[in-house]
């Protein structure tokens, strides 16, 4: 068993910075990779980007390059994304997600808001 819980979302003008947190517990020395998606209104949840749980290597949805960063810190247990250059069309709701086995985690998401 592996608990998510995201935390840093909010609102923020477009070209702004958010970063979002992502602390695991329970069985996380199973775990080998991690990571962010994002779900906007009536669309479909898609992958922003991933890594693995040693550090390297990282993933990014095209839509990320550039602008996303993701990274971990083992000893906090903790994933996070560094989101710069903020755009309208970012503002979704931000999962965080591991898999162990077949079974698939997700955390409870947090609002990330681009508006002016």
């Known amino acids: 068993q592996v608990q998510l819980v995201e935390s840093g979302g909010g609102l923020v003008q477009p070209g702004g910075s958010l970063r979002l947190s992502c602390a695991a517990s329970g069985s996380i020395l199973s775990i080998n990779t991690m990571a962010w998606y994002r779900q906007a209104p009536k669309k479909e949840r898609d992958i922003v980007a991933a890594?693995?749980?040693?550090?390297?290597?990282?993933y990014y949805a095209d839509s990320a390059k550039g602008r996303f960063t993701i990274s971990r810190e083992i000893v906090k247990k903790t994933m996070y994304l560094q989101m710069n250059s903020l755009k309208p069309e970012d503002t979704a709701v931000y999962y965080c997600?591991?898999?162990?086995?077949?079974?698939?985690?997700w955390g409870q998401g947090t609002q990330v808001t681009v508006s002016s």
């Open positions: 997600n591991t898999n162990l086995g077949a079974n698939v985690y």
């Open positions: 890594i693995s749980w040693s550090g390297s290597p990282t």
